[in-house]
């Protein structure tokens, strides 16, 4: 089969499109016939070597599918739905996702709900997931509350805005200057141009006691900022470094670094006093608890059953193309999904 490799760590023209033989599904697993691919800002981090975990090169990156079922080897003890050749799903995998075919454990496979197209499915798990994790699992955060929401255009950014407008609470959101018009037409109540303004003085203006929830995988700095918009008993949601990442593409130690070194450190004593907590939250882990990720994404799929969640596919790249897809993104130009299709 062909699948995209990553030949060493580095900037997009590292990948390139190769035969590997086909996976083998054992016991307890799914073959799917792949029809589309979500990338995630992860899978940069991977390509740079920049993510915890990552296999050393050369490896296929990938962590999210939608296609069709091939085959399924029965397990010992059957785990999650039972899903059959021919049956339309999605899948969480570790690694490997950017292939013509791909093997993934019953555990981690999703029908998908009826009318779905595969490249909103291939948009739907992680970052909805990762969402609604943090909001309501994590966060408990309640109608009315008030959430900022950095890199609100992105895959993870807009489903946390669509589950917080689900939920009835007032939403702030972070993104680039052309994406502000954007922000507010996806209900963003506060858009904040990250181009042009300090996100806290604007929360500050908005909201001057401070927010209930702040959503940042920026990190570095950006996790000091965060923790001071925070009102009492706010929730700072810590996921993601992408502030490691530069606009090369390339690996830095340096910028990752310097990202470390202005990374706050949180004294217990201090979040008691301000009655404050901070969140860590990594979808990697939270999949060993199968079944409540699984309950999670049943309530993510009635939400879209019912209108009010919706997958944006910012751009399709055939799997070919993914170098281009992800400069596209690292050029900070999607607003939604970045999707890789094939035939
Ligand atoms: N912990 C978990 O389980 C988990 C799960 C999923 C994702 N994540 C993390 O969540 C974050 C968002 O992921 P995603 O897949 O939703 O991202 P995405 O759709 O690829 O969006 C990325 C957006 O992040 C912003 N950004 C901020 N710093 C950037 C940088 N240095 N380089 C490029 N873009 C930058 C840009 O928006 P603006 O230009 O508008 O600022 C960009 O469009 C990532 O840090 C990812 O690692 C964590």
Same mark, same amino acid.
């Given at each position: 089969m062909r699948a995209l490799v990553v030949r060493r760590y580095g900037a997009p023209e590292v990948f390139e499109l190769q035969q590997v033989p086909d996976p083998q599904p054992k016991a307890g697993e799914v073959l799917i016939r792949v029809k589309a691919i979500g990338v995630n800002f992860a899978d940069l981090l991977q390509r740079m070597g920049l993510y915890p975990g990552t296999p050393k090169p050369p490896f296929v990156p990938g962590l999210e599918v939608a296609g069709v079922v091939e085959r399924v080897v029965e397990g010992p003890r059957p785990e999650g739905e039972t899903v059959k050749p021919g049956d339309a799903v999605v899948a969480l995998t570790d690694f490997h996702g950017y292939a013509e075919w791909v093997v993934a454990s019953t555990k981690y496979v999703y029908r998908l709900p009826a009318g779905m197209p595969f490249n909103e499915g291939a948009a739907i798990s992680l970052n909805y997931l990762t969402a609604y994790h943090s909001i309501?699992?994590?966060?408990?955060l309640q109608p009315g509350d008030r959430i900022l929401i950095h890199s609100a255009a992105g895959g993870v950014g807009i489903a946390a805005v669509q589950l917080a407008h689900a939920r009835g609470l007032v939403v702030f959101g972070t993104g680039g200057g052309s994406k502000q018009e954007f922000l507010r037409r996806i209900g963003v109540a506060h858009a904040i141009d990250n181009e042009k303004s300090d996100f806290a003085q604007v929360v500050q203006k908005y909201a001057p006691g401070g927010v209930e929830m702040v959503m940042d995988a920026i990190g570095g700095k950006s996790f000091a900022s965060s923790y001071e918009c925070? *009102?009492?008993s706010g929730r700072l949601v810590v996921y993601g470094f992408? %502030? *490691? %990442?530069?606009?090369?593409?390339k690996r830095s130690w340096l910028r990752g670094l310097t990202a470390m070194a202005q990374t706050p450190k949180f004294h217990p004593l201090k979040l008691m006093s301000k009655s404050a907590a901070i969140i860590g939250v990594n979808l990697g882990q939270v999949r060993a608890r199968g079944t409540h990720l699984r309950t999670e994404l049943g309530e993510i799929f009635r939400l879209y059953g019912e209108g009010k969640v919706k997958p944006v596919i910012s751009k399709t790249f055939p799997l070919e193309q993914g170098a281009a897809a992800h400069q596209f993104i690292q050029d900070r130009k999607n607003v939604g999904k970045v999707i890789l299709t094939l035939k």
């Amino acid at each position: 089969m062909r699948a995209l490799v990553v030949r060493r760590y580095g900037a997009p023209e590292v990948f390139e499109l190769q035969q590997v033989p086909d996976p083998q599904p054992k016991a307890g697993e799914v073959l799917i016939r792949v029809k589309a691919i979500g990338v995630n800002f992860a899978d940069l981090l991977q390509r740079m070597g920049l993510y915890p975990g990552t296999p050393k090169p050369p490896f296929v990156p990938g962590l999210e599918v939608a296609g069709v079922v091939e085959r399924v080897v029965e397990g010992p003890r059957p785990e999650g739905e039972t899903v059959k050749p021919g049956d339309a799903v999605v899948a969480l995998t570790d690694f490997h996702g950017y292939a013509e075919w791909v093997v993934a454990s019953t555990k981690y496979v999703y029908r998908l709900p009826a009318g779905m197209p595969f490249n909103e499915g291939a948009a739907i798990s992680l970052n909805y997931l990762t969402a609604y994790h943090s909001i309501f699992t994590m966060g408990n955060l309640q109608p009315g509350d008030r959430i900022l929401i950095h890199s609100a255009a992105g895959g993870v950014g807009i489903a946390a805005v669509q589950l917080a407008h689900a939920r009835g609470l007032v939403v702030f959101g972070t993104g680039g200057g052309s994406k502000q018009e954007f922000l507010r037409r996806i209900g963003v109540a506060h858009a904040i141009d990250n181009e042009k303004s300090d996100f806290a003085q604007v929360v500050q203006k908005y909201a001057p006691g401070g927010v209930e929830m702040v959503m940042d995988a920026i990190g570095g700095k950006s996790f000091a900022s965060s923790y001071e918009c925070l *009102a009492p008993s706010g929730r700072l949601v810590v996921y993601g470094f992408s %502030a *490691a %990442a530069g606009a090369s593409g390339k690996r830095s130690w340096l910028r990752g670094l310097t990202a470390m070194a202005q990374t706050p450190k949180f004294h217990p004593l201090k979040l008691m006093s301000k009655s404050a907590a901070i969140i860590g939250v990594n979808l990697g882990q939270v999949r060993a608890r199968g079944t409540h990720l699984r309950t999670e994404l049943g309530e993510i799929f009635r939400l879209y059953g019912e209108g009010k969640v919706k997958p944006v596919i910012s751009k399709t790249f055939p799997l070919e193309q993914g170098a281009a897809a992800h400069q596209f993104i690292q050029d900070r130009k999607n607003v939604g999904k970045v999707i890789l299709t094939l035939k």
